[in-house]
């Protein structure tokens, strides 16, 4: 399957916001569709592109697929358009937006969404830093969350205990207001949320004193969460329901926790390999030697250097690396051997490297002490 780019569908940049998302998608939509559009195939298979990428890039969690994996992580079977978690036919995709058109242009006869009735809670976001020892074994921690709940003095209502909310008398608790106009055209219905009850059909003269009349409090929830091992800077975690209340008895948001794995003073991670520099000296180069490295489980792990390796070179370790997040088993460890060069010798060691030199046949001239060793001296 080829590579959709869905920004582009929308026309938007890759760091667009939220709210730019909804706003491209919306003018697009109303452009190309198919009420407005009679007949056109080619505005219908348009229209349908576009509800495919807002489905996509209006979602967080699919976002951040996307942005990660690309289109394929949507592609037959995974979850995707035509698979368990899109749309699963063409007359799906329209049955999700019977009203578009009247919620954009105002009315036009059709009937806009009020919000008399249950309302989904909004998704929460939470950074979380973790080391990469603990990305290395994965970690069971809580964090502290403020969310708005839904209030137990009034059990969501709004109003105070005791008392309940009345039906608002302007909009009959529709929480819409009509307006009938007649042109040359016919008649055209401008329908819009009242003024009354502020949409919600509802009219609450005692307020619960706990959270004022909105059904809703902040509060500070603690939430343990599980961080499977191998997990990566730039993941993220769902935890279902655990977002924001609803409203008047919908359901609660998800909680999406965004991983940031904090740099290690000796380890490097790329995919699941890590990589890592450790120094020998002239002499175990020359003649080999066996030594211990650190690796990311804490452990040492036994490295053979063969005779004669040159600075730089990169030996494996294998399965030494990061755990798959997927359990598709583990990376490696790199190891980058850097020979050091003696700064300061005695006599003897010098005689030795001199016998060596002559042995090899090389001529050396030693410089001894530099212009600014001198004048280090001096001062």
Same mark, same amino acid.
């Given at each position: 399957?080829?590579?959709?780019?869905?920004?582009?569908?929308?026309?938007?940049?890759?760091?667009?916001?939220?709210?730019?998302?909804?706003?491209?998608?919306?003018?697009?939509? /109303?452009? %190309?569709?198919?009420?407005?559009?009679?007949?056109?195939?080619?505005?219908?298979?348009?229209?349908?592109?576009?509800?495919?990428?807002?489905?996509?890039?209006?979602?967080?969690?699919?976002?951040?697929?996307?942005?990660?994996?690309?289109?394929?992580?949507?592609?037959?079977?995974?979850?995707?358009?035509?698979?368990?978690?899109?749309?699963?036919?063409?007359?799906?995709?329209?049955?999700?937006?019977?009203?578009?058109?009247?919620?954009?242009?105002?009315?036009?006869? &059709?009937?806009? /969404?009020?919000?008399?009735?249950?309302?989904?809670?909004?998704?929460?976001?939470?950074?979380?830093?973790?080391?990469?020892?603990?990305?290395?074994?994965?970690?069971?921690?809580?964090?502290?969350?403020?969310?708005?709940?839904?209030?137990?003095?009034?059990?969501?209502?709004?109003?105070?205990?005791?008392?309940?909310?009345?039906?608002?008398?302007?909009?009959?608790?529709?929480?819409?207001?009509?307006?009938?106009?007649?042109?040359?055209?016919?008649?055209?219905?401008?329908?819009?949320?009242?003024?009354?009850?502020? &949409?919600?059909?509802?009219?609450?003269?005692?307020?619960?004193?706990?959270?004022?009349?909105?059904?809703?409090? /902040?509060?500070?929830?603690?939430?343990? *969460?599980?961080?499977?091992?191998?997990?990566?800077?730039? %993941?993220?975690? /769902?935890?279902?329901?655990?977002?924001?209340?609803?409203?008047?008895?919908?359901?609660?948001?998800?909680?999406?926790?965004?991983?940031?794995?904090?740099?290690?003073?000796?380890?490097?991670?790329?995919?699941?390999?890590?990589?890592?520099?450790?120094?020998?000296?002239?002499?175990?180069?020359?003649? &080999?030697?066996?030594?211990?490295?650190?690796?990311?489980?804490?452990?040492?792990?036994?490295?053979?250097?063969?005779?004669?390796?040159?600075?730089?070179?990169?030996?494996?370790?294998?399965?030494?690396?990061?755990?798959? *997040?997927?359990?598709?088993?583990?990376?490696?460890?790199?190891?980058?051997?850097?020979?050091?060069?003696?700064?300061?010798?005695?006599?003897?060691?010098?005689?030795?490297?001199?016998?060596?030199?002559?042995?090899?046949?090389?001529?050396?001239?030693?410089?001894?002490?530099?212009?600014?060793?001198?004048?280090?001296?001096?001062?």
């Amino acid at each position: 399957m080829p590579e959709k780019d869905y920004y582009e569908t929308l026309g938007v940049s890759r760091d667009a916001s939220p709210d730019e998302i909804k706003k491209a998608y919306r003018t697009l939509a /109303r452009k %190309h569709h198919p009420d407005v559009n009679q007949g056109d195939k080619g505005a219908e298979s348009k229209f349908k592109e576009i509800n495919e990428a807002f489905e996509i890039l209006g979602n967080p969690q699919k976002k951040g697929q996307y942005d990660q994996f690309g289109s394929a992580a949507f592609s037959q079977g995974q979850g995707g358009f035509g698979g368990g978690a899109g749309f699963s036919s063409f007359e799906d995709i329209f049955s999700g937006f019977g009203d578009i058109f009247n919620a954009f242009s105002g009315g036009m006869g &059709g009937a806009r /969404r009020s919000r008399n009735g249950p309302q989904a809670g909004a998704d929460l976001k939470y950074d979380l830093e973790i080391s990469l020892e603990d990305s290395f074994t994965g970690l069971t921690t809580k964090i502290e969350i403020p969310r708005l709940e839904t209030c137990s003095a009034c059990d969501g209502t709004g109003a105070k205990k005791g008392t309940s909310a009345k039906t608002c008398s302007k909009c009959g608790g529709t929480g819409e207001v009509r307006h009938i106009r007649r042109t040359f055209m016919g008649q055209i219905v401008n329908i819009s949320i009242c003024d009354a009850c502020d &949409g919600t059909g509802k009219i609450i003269d005692s307020p619960c004193e706990e959270c004022d009349g909105k059904g809703r409090v /902040r509060k500070e929830r603690t939430i343990e *969460v599980k961080v499977p091992a191998g997990i990566d800077s730039g %993941h993220h975690l /769902r935890v279902e329901g655990e977002g924001n209340a609803g409203v008047k008895g919908g359901p609660s948001g998800d909680l999406y926790i965004i991983i940031n794995v904090v740099a290690h003073k000796i380890f490097e991670r790329y995919n699941n390999d890590i990589y890592c520099k450790t120094s020998i000296s002239f002499a175990q180069a020359s003649l &080999g030697d066996v030594i211990e490295v650190p690796t990311i489980s804490g452990k040492k792990a036994k490295l053979k250097i063969p005779a004669g390796t040159q600075s730089h070179t990169v030996f494996k370790l294998k399965g030494e690396g990061m755990p798959d *997040v997927r359990g598709y088993g583990s990376g490696d460890q790199m190891v980058k051997i850097v020979v050091l060069t003696p700064d300061k010798m005695n006599k003897e060691q010098k005689d030795a490297m001199k016998t060596f030199a002559d042995a090899s046949g090389e001529t050396i001239q030693e410089t001894g002490k530099g212009f600014f060793d001198k004048m280090k001296q001096y001062w």
